[in-house]
């Protein structure tokens, strides 16, 4: 089940950074620094009363006219109708209601997207209050004052926001299709893959703005299976700023991974992989989605007997936070392998879903800690009391430990080896929860 995702869009220094931090909290502080988390923080996984979704800051707008920020308003903005669930646009109290802020609401209400109006620098309702009266000219709702420096007026916000969440429960738990998102930096072949799959030309690549997250679903059946296929080339712009096109094509990636199974990483071959590749990977990789990594353009290729295995290597340097991947390497434009994909996807997708049985699982476990023994610190040893598996989509773990501290990241990567040996979990990550259990006397 997906989490809704949310896009903060709004004219320059109205506070959009702040605010996504003010909502975000310490929920940024535990990415670290895994690959896929830029360095301006785009996106974050947020909680608010037990709801879980993804916060987007489409931010980037250092415009030096007026047309310019209009121009890239309306972009941000068609951004925030395609990718999000619900679309928070922030006004500056200060500031007042500009002539922008009015053409961008006319965007907004022909979306049919839900928008919170959110009006911000309210430090004080008695000073301000009567100025955010103003905002009602827009007619896309009641404004809702916050000042995101002070962080007044968030829970209330988050409370609105919350009200339009979709209810992908009742929706999506029934439909057992495997969702895939084809992902990778621009040019890379994408919707030429989809095209060659679904034997159609139904995504068209294009510099027009303005394709519908539906419309770049594509239903393919295939040996009498259906699968769905998310592609996340809807959206091109014409800026030539390197920084910009790299922005939005996280947020595009963001939202397509959310929404997905399993996610095929499309390399170019001729290119070879690089740093960002690895930070569409890292998203992917955050988020627990089975990976499968699909080298394209293979027929550009000078080969030899070891080209493969060379290649295979190079990518798993750059990519070794997910050694676990599944490879394939195949060429949209002649077709070379691309029907092993679904192989593949079958494969992955039930690694993602397997079930192992506690009695099977502690077995392996306790035949792990007889070949190599736990590790201790000061006379104290690590004790294994017992695991069981909690869930799948990741397939995720909790093992009760005498000790949290002891349970070190090697011996983890250890037992986690062993789980596979026995089990293959292939093109799958396996998510550990080590819980303390007091030691019975």
Known sequence: ???????????????????????????????????????????????????????????????????IILSQMREQAQIAIDTADVIIFLTDVHQGLVDSDLKVADMLRK???????????????????????????????????????????????????????????????????PRIAIVGKPNVGKSSIINKLAGNKRLIVSDIAGTTRDAIDTNVVYNKKEYVFIDTAGLRRKSKIKEELERYSIIRTVTAVERADIVILIIDAVEGVTE??????????????????????????????????????????????????????????????????????????????????????????TEATVMQQPPSDKGKRLKIFYATQVSVKPPTFVIFVNDKELMHFSYQRYIENKLREAFGFVGTSLRFIIRERVEER
């Not at 909502?23 to 009363?49: H, S």
Request: one cysteine or more; a negative charge.
């Open 111 to 177: 979306s049919r997207k839900p928008v919170v109006l959110t009006v911000n620098k309210v430090d004080s309702i008695k000073k301000y209050g009567n100025d955010v009266y103003e905002f009602y000219n827009m007619g896309i709702g009641d404004p809702v004052p916050v000042s995101a420096g002070q962080r007044t007026g968030i829970g209330d916000l988050l409370e609105i926001v919350a009200e339009h969440f979709p209810d992908y429960e009742s929706g999506e738990e029934e439909d057992d299709r």
């Open 276 to 365: 960002q590749d690895a930070k569409i990977a890292g998203i992917a990789h955050d988020r627990g989605k089975g990976i499968i990594v699909a080298v394209n353009k293979w027929d550009a290729i000078e080969k030899n007997d070891k080209t493969i295995y060379e290649f295979t290597e190079n990518i798993k340097k750059t990519l070794s936070f997910m050694l676990y991947a599944e490879y394939v390497f195949i060429s949209a434009q002649t077709g070379q392998r691309l029907t092993k994909l679904y192989d593949l996807i079958d494969l992955v997708m039930d690694s993602q879903t397997l079930r192992i049985q506690t009695g099977v699982l502690n077995e392996i476990i």
């Open 1 to 67: 089940m997906r989490k809704p995702v949310v896009a903060i869009i709004g004219r320059p220094n109205v506070g959009k950074s702040t605010l996504f931090n003010a909502i975000a909290g310490d929920n940024i502080a535990i990415v670290k620094d895994t690959p896929g988390v830029t360095r301006d923080r785009i996106y974050a996984d947020c909680t608010w009363l037990n709801k879980d979704f993804t916060l987007i800051d489409t931010g980037g707008i250092e415009p030096d006219s007026s047309d």
